[in-house]
């Protein structure tokens, strides 16, 4: 949001969601089933046991038969050793030389811009985080989650094809609030994390002064980068008309303003100053941008924005 005491990019009204949509809710077993036709396009992991989808970038005889260990839940079954199974008696997973897994980071914004829109930007960004984790959990390549906002909550870690729902269940629960964090949060996922890894960021990218430094960081530590803007119709084609006051939904300061055609005009100017920024960011350091409006269905249009994108395959 934007006042005459803070140099934020975009202002947005802080309005409450009537409908008080949960992240969970169109995850039926319909839209889980069509999920399975897809895959992440980006490179997939194992280096330490479950193979991959994906091959390995790295020259070596990636299919070649090189150890076993115990199966352990979430395992995909496919990795099975039956010979095993039916002359040990024993669940043995197989382990492959000279694979890698690139697991799946999401880092969701949930600062108060968030809460805004029908449903609200925070809803949509997340649904989306669901369904790349879900495509990469069938698929046997681990998703990892952090939350990014007024509480400082522990990464959600899924394994198994079934584990959607434990994050579902925190996304739920959580409302936005607050200031946005997504710069610590980037830093404590650098620290943290595996170096190489696919990172998918969902915000709306207001915190520009934040983001920028640690998604370059990150950048030059070969992590791949996604940054997925989640904006709502209102941010992006405002037909209000008349005197209102803003108030800013992370400081809580308040701003008069007049909404006529010319205050309009010069809003788009900012508005187009704030996307081209973002995607010349982008360009600069090799991330991927793609935006989203907060209204966006889990559809045909989203899954071929995430191709596009080069995120599915």
Known sequence: MANDERDDPLPSLKIRNPTLTKVSDIFTGALLE?????????????SSGIRGERRSRRKGGGTEYADHREYTHGDDLRRL????????????????AAEETLPLEIV??????MDFGDPTKYVTAA??????????????TPARWRLAGEKNLEPVSLAGRNDLGRILRVLDETVPAGPCGLGETLRRSALQGPRRRSLVILTDGYDEAELMPAIRALRAGGTEVYLLLVLSPEETDPGLRGEFTLIDAESGGES????????????????????????????????????FSSQQEMGPGLFRALAEGGLLG
């Open 81 to 96: 050793d039956w010979h095993a199974l039916a002359r040990l008696d024993q669940m043995l997973i197989r382990l492959y």
């Open 108 to 113: 969701l914004d949930t600062s108060a811009s």
């Open 256 to 291: 008069g303003i007049v909404l006529d055609g010319s205050t309009l005009k010069r809003y788009r100017q900012v508005l187009d100053d704030f996307r081209a920024r973002w995607h010349e960011f982008s360009r600069a350091t090799g991330t991927v941008c793609i935006e």
């Open 127 to 140: 649904r989306i985080g669901c369904v790349l984790s879900q495509i990469a959990l069938l698929h046997a």
């Open 34 to 46: 069509s999920l399975s036709r897809f895959e992440l396009a980006v490179r997939t992991l194992t």
